[in-house]
């Protein structure tokens, strides 16, 4: 299985932009789709964006479209989630996922490899 870690989460506030990254271990990488995940206080984990192992196809959750981006670098073993239009109600815990060989699923069960989350709070 693959490692997995995240940073770049922090404090900002409405409107602002952060950059989530998510570092692989492993000679593997670009066999496993990639998935980012957040969970907000009392409530349950929830799809964010999911990339392909090929960099090619993407999926975003209806309320992230058009605000935050995934990408991956598959020679350097990293996804990334740029989040821009940030709003209070996009603060949770956001982790990255990784699923072997799958499509770009929204379904927690289907990933296989979680890192241990970075925490993003987004002030009014």
């Known amino acids: 299985q693959v490692q997995l870690v995240e940073s770049g989460g922090g404090l900002v506030q409405a409107g602002g932009s952060l950059r989530l990254s998510c570092a692989a271990s492993g000679r593997t990488f670009s066999s496993y789709t990639m998935g980012w995940f957040r969970q907000a206080p009392g409530k349950e984990r929830e799809f964010v964006a999911a990339?392909?192992?090929?960099?090619?196809?993407?999926h975003s959750a209806d309320s992230v479209l058009g605000r935050f981006t995934i990408s991956r670098d598959n020679a350097n073993n990293r996804v990334y989630l740029q989040m821009n239009s940030l709003k209070p109600e996009d603060t949770a815990v956001y982790y990255c996922?990784?699923?072997?060989?799958?499509?770009?699923?929204?379904?927690?069960?289907?990933?296989?490899?979680w890192g241990q989350g970075t925490q993003v709070t987004v002030s009014s």
């Open positions: 990339i392909s192992w090929s960099g090619g196809s993407t």
């Open positions: 996922a990784a699923n072997l060989w799958g499509s770009t699923s929204e379904t927690i069960g289907d990933y296989n490899s």
